[in-house]
């Protein structure tokens, strides 16, 4: 069992940076890959990024590639979000999410979430 806890969301003014943290329960973390998702207000949760187990490997969706950069830290299990240049439509709760397996095709856990505003 891992339990994610996110942080680090708030009301930004857009061109302004956040920086999300994810936390992660248990001794398993370096096993498991880690995503970020978002769902703005109306809309279907969407894919942001995925880091694999050892961060060797990133994968951004198309709207925030050169924006926002994902990293981990498994000996503090934490996974990280920098988002800069952030743009009103990145307005959304933002939740981390932990998969066993490969590609990215089905997600084990995740988070409660944490609130992004962005100002215009």
């Known amino acids: 069992q891992v339990q994610l806890v996110e942080s680090g969301g708030g009301l930004v003014q857009t061109g302004g940076s956040l920086r999300l943290s994810c936390v992660a329960s248990g001794r398993t973390f370096s096993s498991y890959a880690m995503g970020w998702f978002r769902q703005a207000p109306g809309k279907e949760r969407e894919f942001v990024v995925g880091i694999n187990w050892s961060g060797g490997r990133t994968d951004y969706a198309d709207s925030v590639k050169g924006r926002f950069t994902i990293s981990r830290d498994n000996a503090k299990n934490v996974v990280y979000l920098q988002m800069n240049s952030l743009k009103p439509e990145d307005t959304a709760v933002y939740y981390c999410?932990?998969?066993?397996?490969?590609?990215?095709?089905?997600?084990?856990?995740w988070g409660q979430g944490t609130q992004v505003t962005v100002s215009s």
């Open positions: 999410a932990a998969t066993s397996t490969s590609g990215y095709s089905h997600w084990d856990y």
